[in-house]
């Protein structure tokens, strides 16, 4: 099972920030004994590799905490957040770390599963993500979309290498990021409420005294 949680962990990373569990994959398997990648995975280590995903991680990073460019970039990621957690879980599946000796036992008879796993767990985390970017866009005047941003970068940092190196406490961070959702999703919803409300109230004529 721990290889389901640190898949699990690096494709709910991937979800958030399609780039930094790639990135933290990479670097840990490259220059350290955290994570030891497969001869297929082998090029997530590699140097141009790294450079590429950090040059988009940089590009996502600012463009993710601009009020409306955010919303055009998750439109962008739709599609990118996906491949990052397919690839993401896929290659945890198939590496030692220090927390798995055996890997792979978990999906041994249907490689492609993982990656489709992680495809879809991501895809659910940006969906997510993108539903309450505008939330918070509007409750702060955009001025909550840069806070908001940095928190999620800080959640996939601490999940991508908590899913490596303590896989069990990815189920606390999943907790966090699911009240979290379930916060601003019933803020939304009392917003567009006392919207209602006060379109009623203005359509009957009423002034408040």
Request: aromatic share 10%; charged share 15%; no cysteine.
């Amino acid at each position: 099972m721990l290889e389901s949680l640190t898949g699990l962990g690096l494709a709910t990373s991937a979800g958030l920030n399609a780039y930094i569990p790639l990135l933290a994959i990479g670097v840990l398997a490259r220059y350290t004994d955290l994570i030891t990648l497969p001869s297929n995975w082998t090029w997530m280590e590699n140097g141009w590799t790294l450079t590429i995903v950090a040059v988009l991680l940089a590009i996502e990073f600012v463009a993710d905490k601009v009020p409306m460019i955010d919303h055009v970039n998750d439109v962008l990621q739709t599609f990118v957040r996906p491949t990052a957690g397919g690839l993401a879980f896929g290659a945890a599946s198939s590496s030692q770390t220090v927390t798995v000796s055996d890997p792979g036992s978990f999906f041994s008879s249907h490689q492609w599963v993982p990656i489709v796993v992680g495809g879809l767990i991501s895809l659910g985390v940006h969906g997510m993500k993108a539903a309450t970017r505008p939330v918070v866009n509007a409750t702060t005047v955009g001025f909550g979309a840069p806070i908001v941003s940095t928190i999620e970068d800080f959640l996939s940092v601490a999940l991508s290498l908590v899913a490596i190196v303590l896989p069990v406490v990815v189920l606390l961070f999943l907790l966090l990021i699911f009240l979290g959702f379930g916060w601003l999703m019933r803020r939304r919803k009392r917003r567009k409420d006392e919207k209602a409300a006060a379109k009623w109230a203005a359509a009957q004529g009423w002034r408040p005294s």
